[in-house]
């Protein structure tokens, strides 16, 4: 038996995912995170390979609770195959992106850092102990290209671009350590490319002149690039192509 776990499943890409995996692989069990379980519905040929845990990125302030929640699912000694962080917050209510500095405030810098970087590190402090068995496992943070500092030539959107730029620094950061002790082991930052999603359509306009996923397509695109992964990958940052983005 294989198992994944997908924090953030139920949106978009987070159940595209699980969808993918679980039509691929019969043998495989999905423990997933999401702030409403009951929001969240799957095909009744996979439904009973999902586990579903409430959890919420933006108030992951106890490793201890969630650990002892997925415990109730999967005992540490089995160990997690894949962990996929798929949580993320670019707009909500009275937040959008900022277009200038003036439009920054202290509340929407919080919220994105606690769901696109807080949740995840508090998460794999929670997982750790799944990752320590000798079966070759991934780690995939979902992020975005507009984190990479080396790549923003456009400015704006701070808190999102500044959030994701961390959660790319815990990704090389867990790369260096989760080795130590969880061999073999890849956790790279995936960007997934522009997906149809309610995250993406207040910007429908701006779409237009992008290249844009269903999520399915990008279900399918990430999970490629999960395959692909090895040792080799550890650390790196890629995109839903397979190809390499500076950090």
């Known amino acids: 038996m294989k198992y994944m776990l997908i924090a953030g499943i139920s949106g978009a890409i987070g159940q595209a995912l699980a969808e993918h995996y679980l039509a691929g692989d019969e043998n495989l069990q ?11 519905t799957f095909d009744s040929a996979i439904v009973d390979r999902v586990h579903l845990i409430p959890w919420d990125a933006a108030s992951s302030n106890d490793p201890g609770q969630i650990a ?7 005992a540490p000694e089995e160990g ?23 439009d920054l405030k202290a509340d929407a810098l919080a919220h994105s850092f606690a769901v696109n970087a807080s949740g995840f590190a508090m998460l794999m402090r929670a997982v750790a102990p799944w990752l320590r ?18 790549d923003n030539a456009f400015g704006g959107w701070y808190a999102y671009r500044s959030s994701k730029a961390a959660l790319n620094m815990l990704v090389r950061n867990l790369s260096i350590e989760l080795p130590r002790k969880c ?15 309610p995250l993406s359509e207040p910007f429908s306009r701006s779409l237009a002149q992008l290249k844009v996923h269903q999520p399915a397509e990008s279900a399918e695109n990430i999970a490629g690039v999960i395959d692909g992964l090895t040792e080799d990958s550890n650390g790196q940052f890629l995109s839903w192509d397979g190809s390499q983005i500076p950090w």
Request: charged share 20%; proline share 5%.
């Open 183 to 197: 061999w073999p082991l890849a956790c790279v930052a995936i960007h997934p490319g522009t997906t149809l999603s």
């Open 30 to 40: 999905i423990i997933g995170l999401c702030r409403d379980p009951c929001a969240v």
């Open 133 to 150: 068995h000798r079966r070759f496992k991934t780690v995939a943070a979902i992020s975005a290209k507009v984190g990479s500092i080396t």
């Open 68 to 74: 002892s929640d997925i415990e109730q699912v999967l």
């Open 80 to 102: 997690l195959d894949r962990v996929i962080y798929a949580a993320g917050f670019l707009h909500g209510q009275g937040i959008q992106p900022e277009k200038r500095l003036e």
